[in-house]
């Protein structure tokens, strides 16, 4: 499939997006970037956002369903991070499928039409700008930040992500 490119990105971007939320923690819930300020989210708010967002864009645009309700029934950390996870999976799952046509169609995106290619890196970049908004959550929580794209200053310059896998950070929440 031409547009490999795309799915191999999309699954490094699922265990990005879980690895930044797990450095967070449940009492984090309501931490604002200004407490004052609403218009900037709260780490629960960023979840909601991402687990709803990415839900509505690929039932929309790319007619995937996974048939679970995008939030989890918890909304603990925990809880975003398995049901985002678990959706996140079924969806790569099903694109996985798709062929070059199905990547070259253009349907309307919001009110102009664009490929599933086109949209599927919109989708990418919208994640990417609210990981780095969580990052800085991060760094003003003096949490660990790791790599988003390559080496940062945070890593010494040389890239390292926080986790190899899932299974690895799922141990890591454990302890």
């Known amino acids: 499939v031409r547009y490999q490119f795309l799915l191999d990105t999309y699954a490094t971007e699922r265990l990005k997006v879980v690895s930044v939320w797990s450095f967070f923690h449940d009492t984090d819930l309501s931490t604002r970037p200004h407490p004052t300020d609403a218009r900037g989210r709260s780490f629960l708010e960023q979840m909601t956002h991402q687990c709803v967002s990415e839900n ?22 925990r ?34 039409p664009r490929s599933r290619a086109w949209i599927m890196v919109r989708r990418v970049a919208h994640t990417a700008h609210h990981r780095g908004q969580q990052m800085a959550m991060l760094r003003m929580l003096n949490r660990d930040v790791f790599s988003n794209y390559g080496p940062t200053a945070d890593t010494g310059e040389k890239v390292a992500y926080a986790y190899p896998d899932y299974e690895t950070l799922l141990k890591k929440l454990h302890s």
Do not use: C, H
Not at 64 to 73: E, S, T
Not at 81 to 86: D, T
Not at 88 to 112: P, T
């Open 56 to 77: 509505n864009w690929l039932k929309n645009f790319f007619g995937i369903d996974v048939g679970a309700p995008p939030l989890p029934g918890e909304q603990t950390r």
């Open 79 to 112: 809880g975003f991070i398995e049901r985002y996870w678990e959706d996140s999976g079924k969806r790569l799952e099903a694109l996985q499928a798709k062929d070059n046509d199905y990547w070259e169609q253009e349907v309307m995106f919001f009110d102009a």
